[in-house]
């Protein structure tokens, strides 16, 4: 009989503690948003600080116009509470998997809050709109703003929280912008080549003079006699900007023959970690690197 009592005491203190456990994991989890890509998180991340998980779908050292879902990327869309993407224009292989899913996902430039450069001076192929929302500042601030608005919507509860969040680093964005204004104000009329076409918000937002590309958006080579203009052009460029996700052959040889300078911009931030503050300090660096190479050739 002792026995049999010492079992069930022991039965029910399993028990117990299995509940313990399952609620404390159950408090611990945490709501997933599932970004695209990589500055996409930093945004999202910059809404929801600690409250949610953000994920990072895509690799940030591979191009999104080249990369092909795998299983687990099928499975992440599925359980995400969210998931916040650029749109076809740049990662066309989400579509399919997205479509029955419009109550869970947030196409960014459908948004008709942002910024769009002039595509006439633009090549973004099957694509009339430049996807590369993320390299205009005020479009960073749009983002935010849709984010904190969905989220909000799903979790009134952390709504305040969201607003907050979405209001301190649109503020911080405003400042930073400020500064780069200026700074880049001076750069306007010194030249540059770019390797693809992804810099239009940038370019077009900050009027800046950018001379040609080497490929187009989609990652299409253009031709010799393309290549022979840009050589052409000679001593008016005075960066050549190649990119980590990108072959930077061309990029390195066509500064190498015009003695221009070279720089390697990351679109994507490969190197930063998520975190409230990335997308400045993702920011931060990438006008680093774009104004330096210039004002080697300023006046």
């Known amino acids: 009989?002792?026995?049999?009592?010492?079992?069930?005491?022991?039965?029910?203190?399993?028990?117990?503690?299995?509940?313990?456990?399952?609620?404390?994991?159950?408090?611990?989890?945490?709501?997933v948003?599932?970004?695209?890509?990589?500055?996409?998180?930093?945004?999202?991340?910059?809404?929801?600080?600690?409250?949610?998980?953000?994920?990072?779908?895509?690799?940030?050292?591979?191009?999104?116009?080249?990369?092909?879902?795998?299983?687990?990327d099928i499975r992440a869309i599925r359980v995400a509470e969210l998931v916040v993407w650029v749109g076809p224009e740049l990662e066309g292989m989400l579509t399919k998997p997205l479509k029955p899913l419009a109550d869970k996902q947030l196409q960014l430039t459908a948004l008709n809050t942002l910024q769009w450069p002039d595509e006439n001076d633009h090549h973004h192929g099957e694509h009339s709109k430049d996807p590369?929302?993320?390299?205009?500042?005020?479009?960073?601030?749009?983002?935010?703003?849709?984010?904190a608005k969905i989220l909000g919507d799903k979790y009134p509860e952390k709504r305040p929280l969201f607003n907050k969040n979405a209001g301190e680093i649109i503020e911080k964005i405003n400042e930073l912008d400020g500064l780069n204004q200026l700074r880049l104000g001076a750069l306007q009329e010194i030249g540059f080549v770019v390797t693809h076409d992804g810099y239009g918000h940038f370019v077009d937002y900050y009027r800046l003079h950018q001379l040609d590309t080497i490929q187009l958006a989609g990652g299409l080579t253009r031709g010799?006699?393309?290549?022979?203009?840009?050589?052409?052009?000679?001593?008016?460029?005075?960066?050549?900007?190649?990119?980590?996700?990108?072959?930077?052959?061309?990029?390195?040889?066509?500064?190498?023959?015009?003695?221009?300078?070279?720089?390697?911009?990351?679109?994507?931030?490969?190197?930063?970690e998520l975190s409230k503050d990335s997308y400045l300090e993702f920011f931060r660096e990438f006008t680093e690197t774009f104004a330096s190479c210039l004002e080697r050739d300023k006046p």
């Open 33 to 72: 948003v599932l970004a695209s890509i990589k500055p996409v998180g930093m945004l999202v991340k910059a809404v929801v600080g600690d409250e949610f998980s953000v994920e990072v779908l895509l690799p940030a050292n591979v191009s999104p116009h080249d990369y092909a879902l795998k299983f687990s």
């Open 132 to 147: 590369h929302i993320w390299i205009n500042p005020k479009n960073g601030s749009a983002v935010v703003m849709a984010v």
């Open 224 to 272: 010799v006699r393309h290549y022979s203009e840009m050589i052409a052009v000679g001593d008016k460029v005075a960066c050549v900007y190649s990119e980590p996700q990108l072959n930077s052959k061309a990029a390195i040889q066509l500064a190498g023959q015009l003695g221009s300078g070279l720089a390697e911009l990351d679109p994507m931030g490969s190197d930063i």
């Open 1 to 31: 009989m002792k026995s049999n009592v010492n079992f069930h005491a022991v039965l029910r203190s399993a028990v117990l503690l299995f509940a313990v456990a399952c609620s404390s994991a159950m408090a611990l989890s945490k709501p």
